[in-house]
């Protein structure tokens, strides 16, 4: 049994990832901290150092957290770029860049893409170009983590869960079950690869 913090539990990734790590002791976060065990910022290392400073050791890190504003390229502000930029890039680099010291020993970090990276929609810009940044982070800093600790990104298309919500937005697209999602967190947390991109598509 391994002790997995996951960041963003209460999300409808987060809890799909909860599905694939039931046989571990689970420690949840979000930003709220409401049903979760703590609370936390991933865009500020303030926050993430008093998180990790609280729960001590962990053998891996799973962080489901990258919220995206959306909005065609000509309209899209730098304020909508920035805030984009901020969390899903910046702020998961955060969690690597502070977790590193708290993660045991040939543990690991799982991070989150999202399938607009291949599979680009209207208005979703930011979410693609910030999720395809996070990827190639992944792959070339896996090259530089100390301790035998490892790094992947799941990347999934919408949940079967998620479809009455984002449905409507992409037309085409084939929902998955969060337990598949699951499942390549599970892969990620349990499995021996790093730098490696997880595509859970239909």
């Known amino acids: 049994m391994k002790t997995v913090l996951v960041i963003g539990s209460t999300g409808s990734v987060g809890k799909a990832a909860l599905t694939g790590l039931s046989e571990h002791k689970v ?3 979000n930003r709220s901290g409401e049903s979760a065990d703590h609370a936390v910022d991933i865009t500020s290392e303030t926050s993430l150092k008093a998180l990790f400073d609280t729960i001590g050791k962990v053998d891996a890190v799973v962080n489901t957290v990258g919220f995206c504003e959306y909005a065609t390229f000509h309209e899209m502000t730098d304020q909508q770029w920035r805030a984009t930029i901020d969390s899903k890039l910046i ?5 690597v860049r502070v977790g590193t010291e708290y993660v045991t020993d040939g543990g690991s970090f799982t991070l989150i ?17 910030t999720s395809g940044a996070i990827e190639t982070f992944a792959k070339c800093v896996a090259f530089e983590m100390p301790r035998g600790l490892r790094i992947n990104v799941i990347n999934p298309t919408v949940l079967a869960e998620s479809w009455d919500v984002y449905g409507e937005m992409m037309p085409g697209f084939q929902p998955v079950p969060s337990t598949l999602v699951g499942k390549a967190f599970q892969r990620s947390v349990d499995g021996f690869i790093s ?5 859970v598509d239909a």
């Open 91 to 95: 702020g998961q680099m955060n969690v």
């Open 195 to 199: 730098g490696q991109v997880l595509t």
């Open 113 to 129: 893409s999202g399938i607009l990276s291949v599979k680009p929609i209207p208005y979703a810009i930011a979410d693609a170009t």
């Open 27 to 29: 420690i949840t976060a």
